[in-house]
Every structure is written in C-alpha cells, then in structure tokens.
C-alpha cells in the first residue's frame, strides 16, 4: 500500500521557493492546494505540482521549514526524487543569497555557472 511521505529541507522562504521551482522550469500552483495521493488520498499544500499521472507533489509548512509531500510510488519527474530536491535547494539558496545580500547593499557583479553545476558569485558594495 502507497502512502504519502513528508521529507524534511532546509526552505523557509517561500518566494525564494517559487522563484527557484520557476528557474527550473516547474509548472506549480499557489496554494493551498490538495496534492493527490494513492486511493484519492491528499494532503493540503503551499505550493502544489501536478504530474502526467494524476498524481502531485507539493511542499507544505510544518510550522518550521516546507516538507515535499509526495506519494513517491507514483513519482513522474526528470529528477530523482534526491536530484529534484538537489535543484530545487541550490536554486532556493542562490535566490535567498541575492535576497538577503540586496537588502544589505550588495550588488552582483559576476556570475558564472561552473561545470560541477555550481554557481560562483561576485558581489559588491560600494560605501559612502
């Protein structure tokens, strides 16, 4: 029998989220949202992803960061369920780094995409 999983992260920012999911090219829908599970089982999420299958995926506030709640029997993505949650971190840290380096002054100079997949960049902060 399937069941929904709920696996921790580490995002707490749900813009940062959103922008990250758009960056990778991922169609998802502002919630609340009911995610379909086995049996017509769902679970109510902030920010829900619809599959080919009928089945969806989500992130969902447990009162300290956004769980992916998933029934991952019927998972249809590109990714792995790891390497999904592997983009979606990297992209949520390279918004949240540009959101809270912009409050403090600092301006992105260069970027550059690395062959390993990571991103460097250069900031600067001019003072008075």
Avoid: C
């Amino acid at each position: 029998m399937s069941h929904f999983s709920q696996i921790k992260t580490q995002i707490r920012h749900l813009p940062a989220l959103k922008a990250a999911l758009t960056d990778l090219g991922i169609v998802w829908k502002d919630g609340p949202e009911a995610v379909q599970g086995y049996r017509g089982l769902t679970q109510t999420a902030e920010i829900a992803i619809e599959q080919d299958n009928g089945y969806g995926i989500g992130f969902r506030w447990n009162g300290s960061e956004y769980e992916l709640v998933a029934d991952l029997q019927f998972w249809r993505q590109d990714w792995t369920v790891d390497r999904f949650l592997s983009r979606v971190t990297q992209r949520y840290a390279y918004h949240t780094v540009l959101n809270e380096t912009t409050q403090k002054g600092f301006q992105v100079t260069e970027q550059q995409q690395n062959k390993d997949g990571s991103i460097r960049l250069v900031l600067q902060r001019w003072s008075a």
